[in-house]
């Protein structure tokens, strides 16, 4: 018997915060917290755990074992430690506010959608959905969708896009003077998505302000997440009270609970995507709903795709990200002893399978550990093989490659950030997530678009 096994055996080892996901019946607000040890009485693992051991040091030898015992216990696990609580979906009529069907010169329907997120004060999240109007394949399209920081409006310039009301970082070169979004940031962050060109190959987008959630940048309170901390409104949070990256997880989930409901879209090819802290939440948002049918992470780095114990000195560490309030107050007990932590980022991984999973980064972005992320997928493997899935990568992606298929990595020569050629790299990778695109239409072969050399992009915080 080893030390946690001993450990977890005197203790209610309760998983009902995850198996309540996606329909679970809990009330209103996030679960108590699990009863797991605390850091101190943890053991030291120095190597990334093995995804197919469960806690009490019994392995996964089926995928039956891996659905029903040890993936719940990792989304409980994860939930305890790193993110904090998700709550169950909460209850409310959608309402659809405008349908617009010649946006992008006839190219594209644009239709904007509010959510009710089940606070008290009525807060909704106000989804932009744009769907190529052109279509060959009946049974929707398949939708990329993801989460914005400057607003809806700055992501295509079309003056029936709403202005959110909501707090926003200041960006003045985001059209964000001050605090609130201003028709001058109309368009301003559409190179950052690029989205006729997701049109063009017949793949609608959808995205929201992460405000819509909560700015999670601790300089006010956030109302959204404030409402679902265990106590209500409780400040400063407690042990187990979810952070920003759960939030927006759980946010992204409110997205699909719209999307399958769209007879434009197949519900069966969502796709995750996310930058940066996004990519984190996208990462969470697939491990905790078995509705998303594929993942892009983009540059996730710490707290995403990359382990916390990572060997890349000049990599985010648990103890810098954890001065945001990102995360679960717990997860910054692991800080400067990551070794004590009984899951890692592999293992969030590993929840992805058997779907598509793209990491995409870039060399010059040695913050977000692209070679500790390659670690990690490779650890998350063995999980994926246990779902028989093939060509996987062996190998780490050189500049200007894609190694995988189904599970995927890609490398370009960039910095922190979000480009036309990032995009195109997702849309020639979705055929090996088997999900179908037009061709593309640029002059380059497919495979140049991540051979481009990119100028250091722009933080797009
Ligand atoms: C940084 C953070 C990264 C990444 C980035 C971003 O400050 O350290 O993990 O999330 O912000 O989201 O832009």
Redesign the pocket.
């Known amino acids: 018997m080893n030390a946690l096994m001993a450990l977890i055996l005197g203790l209610t080892l309760s998983v009902d915060a995850a198996a309540s996901q996606q329909g679970g019946d809990l009330g209103d607000r996030a679960t108590a917290p699990t009863a797991f040890p605390s850091p101190d009485d943890l053991p030291s693992i120095k190597e990334l755990p093995d995804p197919l051991v469960n806690l009490d040091g019994t392995r996964v030898t089926t995928r039956e074992q891996w659905e029903t015992r040890r993936k719940p216990e990792l989304q409980a696990l994860f939930q305890h430690y790193i993110y904090g609580a998700l709550p169950p979906p909460p209850k409310g009529a959608l309402i659809l506010r405008s349908v617009h069907r010649d946006a992008l010169a006839g190219k594209a329907t644009i239709k904007q959608i509010g959510i009710p997120l089940g606070t008290a004060d009525g807060a909704t999240l106000e989804l932009l959905l744009v769907i190529p109007n052109e279509r060959k394949l009946s049974g929707g399209a398949p939708v990329i969708f993801g989460i914005n920081f400057s607003g809806n409006h700055g992501v295509l310039a079309d003056p029936r896009i709403a202005l959110t009301t909501k707090r926003l970082g200041k960006s003045p070169s985001y059209g964000i003077p001050e605090n609130h979004a201003t028709e001058a940031g109309r368009g301003l962050a559409a190179k950052m998505w690029t989205i006729e060109q997701s049109i063009a190959r017949g793949v609608a987008v959808a995205t929201f302000v992460n405000s819509d959630i909560g700015l999670g940048d601790g300089t006010a309170l956030d109302p959204v997440i404030a409402y679902y901390y265990h106590k209500s409104g409780q400040v400063p949070r407690g042990d187990g009270d979810w952070g920003a990256i759960a939030a927006w997880a759980w946010g992204m989930q409110r997205a699909v609970d719209y999307l399958v409901t769209d007879p434009e879209i197949n519900p069966k090819q969502l796709i995750a995507y996310g930058h940066?802290?996004?990519g984190?939440a996208a990462l969470l948002a697939t491990a905790t709903d078995p509705r998303i049918a594929a993942v892009i992470a983009h540059q996730s780095?710490?707290?995403?795709a990359a382990p916390s114990r990572r060997h890349n000195l000049k990599g985010?560490t648990v103890k810098?990200?954890t001065k945001?309030s990102w995360f679960s107050p717990r997860f910054k007990e692991f800080a400067e002893r990551e070794d004590r932590l009984p899951i890692d980022q592999h293992e969030l991984i590993a929840l992805c399978a058997p779907r598509p999973l793209l990491l995409s980064n870039g060399t010059l972005d040695q913050?977000?550990s692209p070679d500790d992320q390659f670690n990690a997928l490779m650890a998350a493997l063995p999980v994926y093989q246990l779902y028989g899935i093939q060509n996987l990568p062996s190998v780490a992606p050189a500049p200007g490659e894609r190694v995988g298929e189904q599970v995927a990595a890609t490398m370009r020569i960039a910095a922190?950030g979000v480009d036309a050629l990032d995009w195109k790299a997702f849309l020639d990778w979705l055929p090996c997530a088997k999900i179908a695109v037009a061709p593309s239409t640029s002059s380059s072969p497919d495979k140049t678009s991540i051979l481009e050399v990119a100028t250091p992009a722009k933080?797009?915080?």
């Open positions: 940066s802290r996004n984190k780095g710490c707290g995403g985010e810098d990200i945001f913050w977000a922190h933080n797009t915080k």
